[in-house]
Antibody, heavy 114, light 107 residues
Framework: EVQLLESGGGWVQPGGSLRLSCAAS????????MSWVRQAPGKGLEWVSS???????YYADSVKGRFTISRDNSKNTLSLQIKNLRVEDSARYYC????????WGQGTLVTVSS | SSELTQDPAVSVALGQTVSITCQGD??????ASWYQQKPGQAPVLVIY???YRPSGIPDRFSGSSSGNTASLTITGAQAEDEADYYC??????????FGGGTRVTVL
């Protein structure tokens, strides 16, 4: 059974940084592309970033230059480093497989507020 | 344009049929996927590659596509189908977009 478990969310002031992690199990992590998708409170889903199995990275324009996606295939772990956080980055961040059929974690909540 | 447009809300009587549409230029090239999301829960894939259902998804859910429009149809809507539904498609390799979501209310 595919399992994705996110961690690392929390409260941070504007301009701060966070590192989100996603522990994957139940599938051959290293050969699958992975994604981060976020959802602001009461809003819709927004694709944030994806990384191929070989490490090629892709970002939404809204986060380019501030977010860095990475993976450690030896530890079955996906990460998202977020810098210079803005209030509008407040959201639940979901880790998900990029291919189909897509599997999702339960998300980790990031709150950016002063 | 890389946007996907959905109607904000639709309603359907219990047991009746409802279709949700999603429009966008990317749908001329890539298939839509559809996600169901209930309050406080993660999204669940209900349709992918235009009309494939993951294991466990009832066959009352179906998908179709024509030109720049994709549709999700629920035939014989049940109370448990009340949720937000999002369409999704690629716009390039590993780059994707979601629609704004449609809230389905079962009356």
């Amino acid at each position: 059974e595919v399992q994705l478990l996110e961690s690392g969310g929390g409260w941070v002031q504007p301009g701060g940084s966070l590192r989100l992690s996603c522990a994957a199990s139940g599938f051959t992590f290293g050969i699958y592309a992975m994604s981060w998708v976020r959802q602001a409170p009461g809003k819709g889903l927004e694709w944030v970033s994806s990384i191929s199995g070989s490490g090629d990275t892709y970002y939404a324009d809204s986060v380019k230059g501030r977010f860095t996606i990475s993976r450690d295939n030896s530890k079955n772990t996906l990460s998202l480093q977020i810098k210079n956080l803005r209030v509008e980055d407040s959201a639940r961040y979901y880790c998900a497989t990029a291919g189909l059929p897509r599997h999702w974690g339960q998300g980790t909540l990031v709150t950016v507020s002063s | 344009s890389s946007e996907l447009t959905q109607d904000p809300a639709v309603s359907v009587a219990l047991g009746q049929t409802v279709s949700i549409t999603c429009q966008g230029d990317s749908l001329r090239t890539y298939y839509a996927s559809w996600y169901q999301q209930k309050p406080g829960q993660a999204p669940v894939l209900v349709i992918y590659d235009k009309n494939y259902r993951p294991s466990g998804i009832p066959d009352r859910f179906s998908g179709s596509s024509s030109g720049n429009t994709a549709s999700l149809t629920i035939t014989g809507a049940q109370a448990e189908d009340e949720a937000d539904y999002y369409c999704n498609s690629r716009i390039a390799n590993y780059v994707e977009v979601f629609g704004g979501g449609t809230r389905v209310t079962v009356l």
